[in-house]
């Protein structure tokens, strides 16, 4: 017992002087880490708000050995829901200059649209329209929006982007340019409109 005493001692001593160490250690290296500060817009290389519109078409390939659209889920009421509420598809549509499938491709529509509406065919969209074409190439704008398909014309928000299209806001029009009933494969013209830096 009178041998190990004192090594108990000198282990919890060295313990101790460890550990004043580090802390002084930490405390003198500790950074002045800062969550927020205010900062100027050129600080970031923001100068000239631009206003651009877009314009293309959105293919909606349901049918084919290659679908860009397909249901991922649905509720046990959907197949004899009128308006087909809790159909959940994901997409990854090609988006072209024109209205044909072979034409200039300039990106693809990638996300999902459900069906949210139990009074009309009425979809809730939210995808990233992701832009491959000249300098837009890498750059995404993000759609969150209500989609009645049988409107003529719908508008759905852009909420946002990247690339070119940070800090972006705008607007999504959307107008059925043809519908294929046998195969439900639809070709929807777009015109965009937002304001990016
Ligand atoms: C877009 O960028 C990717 C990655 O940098 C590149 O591989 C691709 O060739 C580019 N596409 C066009 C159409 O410029
Ligand atoms: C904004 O417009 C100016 C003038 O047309 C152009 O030089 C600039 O590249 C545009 N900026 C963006 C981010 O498109």
Do not use: C
């Amino acid at each position: 017992m009178a041998k190990t005493l004192p090594n108990l001692t000198f282990t919890s001593l060295i313990l101790t002087i460890v550990t004043v160490l580090f802390s002084s250690l930490t405390l003198s290296t500790a950074k002045p880490y800062r969550f927020s500060r205010t900062i100027s817009p050129e600080s970031l290389g923001l100068k000239k708000e631009n206003l651009s519109h877009f314009h293309f078409y959105f293919h909606d390939i349901l049918s084919g050995p290659k679908p860009t659209a397909v249901r991922v889920a649905s509720a046990p009421m959907t197949s004899t829901s009128a308006t087909f509420f809790g159909s959940v598809v994901m997409i990854d549509n090609p988006l072209t200059v024109g209205p044909e499938l072979n034409s200039k491709l300039v990106g693809r529509a990638q996300g999902i649209y459900a069906s949210a509406s139990q009074t009309e065919v009425g979809l809730l969209m939210v995808l990233n329209l992701a832009f491959t074409h000249g300098k837009y190439n890498g750059s995404a704008l993000s759609i969150l929006g209500r989609n009645p398909v049988f409107s003529t014309v719908r508008e759905m928000p852009i909420v946002g982007g990247s690339g070119f299209f940070r800090f972006a806001r705008g607007y999504a029009r959307a107008k059925t340019h043809s519908f294929d009933l046998s195969t439900g494969n639809a070709v929807v013209e777009y015109n965009v409109y937002v304001f990016h830096y």
